[in-house]
């Protein structure tokens, strides 16, 4: 903790993720002709965050990008692009009403900031939870609260989690859980020195 280290290879490529959501953000803008105020103001995030996020200074967590997404008519996935590894190929084609995912079948993983979302279930057309096993790496900026569309529920397996809701926080250990609707202004952050890895459904489906 005290030392100075040299940011190793997996520094290097979070930091890649980070530039390139960012750069991803700044050409979606542009394309459609808007300006960052347009951005701040149909997404409720600030200028300066999101001026920094497109510089990749700072980081969005997937909560916040759902809004900039929504703001510029995309799609989440659309900021990682190259990045999923689907292994859903030649899986067999199940009806709309369900789906079935095996342990074996490899996973879709998003990061985004300090948080890897790996999608527990695959798609199903009918169908508008979003199961997620979420890992949250300490530290990071602390994002600001933020209201949204749908519910959300997250359920804490190890490690500790501070979830804000509507000002208030609260710290959850293992075997916790929140349940919310998402329209109230909300925000987790992990301020200890080990990952937390939390169970996490959500609506709509944001991938």
């Given amino acids: 903790m005290g030392t100075s280290e040299r940011p190793g290879r997996g520094d290097h490529d979070d930091r890649g993720r980070q530039d390139a959501v960012g750069a991803r953000i700044r050409r979606f803008r542009k394309e459609r002709g808007m300006t960052l105020r347009g951005l701040s103001t149909r997404s409720g995030l600030s200028i300066g965050f999101l001026s920094q ?59 985004s900031g300090q948080q890897t979302y790996r999608m ?36 804490v397996l190890s490690g500790e989690l501070l979830y804000e809701v509507d000002g208030v926080e609260h710290r959850l250990y293992p075997g916790d859980s929140v349940h919310l609707r998402s329209t109230v202004p909300h925000a987790m952050y992990n301020d200890t020195d080990g990952v937390t890895t939390v169970v996490s459904v959500v609506t709509p489906r944001l991938f």
């Fill in 53 to 111: 996020v497109e510089r990749g200074i700072s980081s969005i967590g997937l909560t916040a990008l759902n809004g900039v997404a929504a703001a510029l008519e995309r799609s989440v996935a659309d900021f990682f692009e190259g990045e999923e590894s689907d292994g859903r190929a030649g899986v067999a084609r199940l009806p709309s009403h369900f789906t079935l995912t095996r342990a074996a079948t490899a996973a879709t993983e998003y990061v």
């Fill in 120 to 155: 527990l279930s695959a798609r199903g057309p009918s169908l508008v939870l979003e199961p997620l096993l979420v890992h949250i790496a300490p530290g990071g900026r602390r994002e600001d609260a933020y209201g949204h569309a749908g519910e959300e529920f997250a359920f």
